[in-house]
């Protein structure tokens, strides 16, 4: 239904390999208190989507080595086109919280800051991913053969088969993970009128002070000094590198010689994400609702992640699939059973329940599965709280999340959209791999 068999394991590539040693040192069994250690040594902040994925440290485990391969490893893509798709993708969502995080890796990595002024001002190449990201997010069964011709199409600007795989899992990762923002409630607590601090959420009882060894008080002043939301730090990096266009000479004179310089202009992203996009009123429509001459049902028995979304995507982005796999085996594997027994339920036909649904929202059918158990197993008010975080999170507000299931406790409604983050992922690739696979064999 949603994972590989659970016999089948397939030979990683080295770096693949190291990364999971690297990564996997120490206890088999990660505590959320170490895994945030790391996210903060490494990010300088505890992100708030990290700090509530840490209600399932498995999950979170996996969820950060796919990431950190995505971004930060070896690759066909350098490191700022793949934070510049990152952002493209968020602000399809209108997500202010990953663009500017995102905007933020960017700088940092060295990118071009007048990149950051809209796609008007980057090269042609990244700019024509705009048609598939949009389709990709919003109605991912448009995606066909010939926008895949297109971005390959033969010219100076033309993508590599390798670096169009890269984009489509960077675009589908980013689209599902601003479903997840919205629906945890982390883009408003983050982004409040674009400012503020991130919440500081911890699974149950588990006191981050722990995780030290010592120096507590200090760890835990240095995780909220530096978890102040990128939109803040992002103003302070403004202000260092970007002066005012005209400016005198004497203003010139005065500045200090080793103080960092940018192209003239400012940065206008933050405040408006829909200079990231192109077509920004183009938004999701109900499948049943295409028109007729629109693609049919994708029927997951022709074309699946298992016996064919798999072996394609990780023979052009090498052990990619291997991390994307794994992350679908554990979010399979989370365990809620008291969330099943109060919808009167087993776990699995409830998890299946969820996953199917988010799945037939984008078009997608199962044909083993009775559609009629998803109308038993979801109530009403779980069903159009799950279609609009997964195909219209942006209409999302923290009272919708709260008033979800009130009498589920916050880990098993995290649970529920990791659940939809990993569907909808998924589907994005379903379509946009099958897509190039009709190329390849056309």
Same mark, same amino acid.
């Given at each position: ?12 590539g ?28 490494s ?18 485990d996996s ?9 930060h ?8 086109c ?11 969502? +209108?997500? !202010?919280? %990953?663009?500017?995080?995102?905007? &933020?890796q960017? =700088? $940092?990595?060295?990118?071009?800051p ?5 796609l ?40 590599s ?10 675009l589908?990762h980013?689209?599902a ?22 919440k500081?959420v ?7 002070c ?13 995780? +909220?000094? !530096?978890? %102040?939301?990128?939109?803040?730090? &992002?103003?302070? =990096? $403004? ?47 109900d ?17 699946s ?32 059973c008291?969330m ?33 158990e ?48 990993e ?20």
């Amino acid at each position: 239904m949603i994972l590989c068999p659970p016999s089948t394991e397939r030979p990683r590539g080295k770096q693949c390999q190291r990364l999971q040693a690297k990564m996997s040192s120490g206890d088999k069994e990660r505590s959320p208190q170490l895994l945030f250690v790391k996210a903060l040594a490494s990010r300088g902040r505890l992100e708030a989507v990290t700090q509530q994925m840490g209600h399932h440290p498995q999950y979170l485990d996996s969820f950060l080595r796919m990431q950190h391969y995505l971004l930060h490893m070896d690759g066909p893509l350098p490191f700022d086109c793949r934070h510049y798709i990152a952002v493209m993708a968020a602000a399809r969502h +209108r997500c !202010r919280y %990953l663009v500017n995080l995102h905007v &933020l890796q960017f =700088l $940092r990595v060295g990118g071009d800051p007048q990149w950051l002024r809209g796609l008007d001002h980057v090269p042609p190449k990244l700019r024509k991913l705009s048609e598939i990201n949009k389709f990709l997010a919003h109605r991912p069964w448009l995606v066909g053969k010939e926008h895949i011709e297109k971005l390959l199409k033969i010219s100076e600007q033309s993508w590599s088969l390798a670096e169009l795989v890269h984009a489509v899992v960077l675009l589908a990762h980013y689209h599902a993970l601003a479903s997840f923002a919205f629906g945890c409630g982390c883009e408003q607590d983050a982004c409040l009128e674009g400012r503020g601090l991130l919440k500081l959420v911890l699974p149950g009882s588990l006191c981050f002070c722990e995780a030290g060894n010592g120096g507590s008080q200090e760890l835990l002043h240095l995780n +909220r000094k !530096r978890s %102040l939301d990128s939109c803040v730090e &992002l103003d302070g =990096l $403004r202000e260092r590198t970007h002066r005012p266009q005209v400016a005198s000479e004497a203003r010139e004179e005065m500045r200090p010689p080793n103080r960092d310089e940018g192209p003239d202009g400012e940065i206008s992203g933050v405040a408006d994400p829909s200079c990231y996009v192109q077509d920004p009123n183009f938004g999701y429509q109900d499948f049943a609702q295409r028109d007729e001459h629109q693609p049919q049902v994708f029927c997951v028995q022709d074309y699946s992640w298992e016996d064919h979304g798999f072996s394609l995507v990780n023979r052009l982005y090498s052990d990619i699939g291997h991390l994307l796999d794994e992350k679908f085996r554990k979010v399979d594997g989370l365990q809620s059973c008291a969330m099943a027994k109060r919808q009167g339920c087993e776990h699995a036909a409830f998890k299946r329940g969820i996953w199917n649904y988010v799945h037939c929202t984008f078009g997608i059918r199962y044909d083993d599965y009775d559609y009629a158990e998803v109308n038993h197993l979801l109530e009403s008010i779980l069903k159009l709280y799950i279609k609009t975080v997964t195909c219209s999170p942006e209409k999302m507000n923290p009272e919708m999340f709260e008033r979800f299931w009130k009498q589920f406790k916050h880990s098993e409604k995290v649970h529920v959209n990791l659940l939809i983050l990993e569907a909808r992922l998924q589907a994005e690739l379903l379509y946009a791999l099958r897509a190039i696979t009709h190329y390849m064999v056309s």
